[in-house]
């Protein structure tokens, strides 16, 4: 089966809305690893006196507030307070959307952590990529 990358964007922003956050995603960073850690893929933008322009969720939310110039700070604690709550397969979520935007080559789905995903997210995939699917429902976490 040939990788649905219209599919795929569409279930991946029914089951996880926060894709469609202005704030931070892997629709408001360039694809690529953290700025900080380079091992997870990054997720908030910042604009902080620190020489980082993404970060990964734990990285974002080891450095706090200090990833925002004084002008922003209102806007990085809401986002620290929303990437607290996603759930542990952010990580794969933000490649799977890299790879249906095509900014990131579909053959990295061969490195993707095996987690098991939403029945709908994981029908747009090409057999043996993950697990089996949890529920149609996924995480609907913002």
């Given at each position: 089966?040939?990788?649905?990358?219209?599919?795929?964007?569409?279930?991946?922003?029914?089951?996880?809305?926060?894709?469609?956050?202005?704030?931070?995603?892997?629709?408001?960073?360039?694809?690529?690893?953290?700025?900080?850690?380079?091992?997870?893929?990054?997720?908030?933008?910042?604009?902080?006196?620190?020489?980082?322009?993404?970060?990964?969720?734990?990285?974002?939310?080891e450095v706090g507030t200090?990833?925002?110039?004084?002008?922003?700070?209102?806007?990085?604690?809401?986002?620290?307070?929303?990437?607290e709550e996603l759930g542990?397969?952010?990580?794969?979520?933000?490649?799977?959307?890299?790879?249906?935007?095509?900014?990131?080559?579909?053959?990295?789905?061969?490195?993707?952590?095996?987690?098991?995903?939403?029945?709908?997210?994981?029908?747009?995939?090409?057999?043996?990529?993950?697990?089996?699917?949890?529920?149609?429902?996924?995480?609907?976490?913002?």
């Amino acid at each position: 089966m040939a990788l649905d990358r219209e599919g795929l964007r569409r279930a991946l922003r029914t089951a996880y809305p926060w894709i469609g956050d202005e704030a931070f995603g892997p629709r408001t960073v360039d694809a690529g690893e953290c700025d900080r850690c380079r091992k997870q893929p990054r997720l908030v933008p910042t604009c902080g006196p620190v020489g980082w322009r993404a970060l990964c969720r734990e990285c974002a939310l080891e450095v706090g507030t200090d990833a925002w110039c004084d002008g922003h700070l209102a806007d990085g604690r809401e986002i620290l307070g929303a990437i607290e709550e996603l759930g542990g397969d952010w990580a794969t979520v933000v490649l799977l959307w890299w790879i249906a935007t095509g900014e990131v080559r579909h053959e990295r789905l061969s490195e993707m952590p095996t987690t098991e995903l939403p029945a709908g997210v994981a029908a747009h995939l090409p057999a043996g990529t993950t697990s089996v699917p949890q529920s149609e429902e996924g995480d609907r976490r913002e």
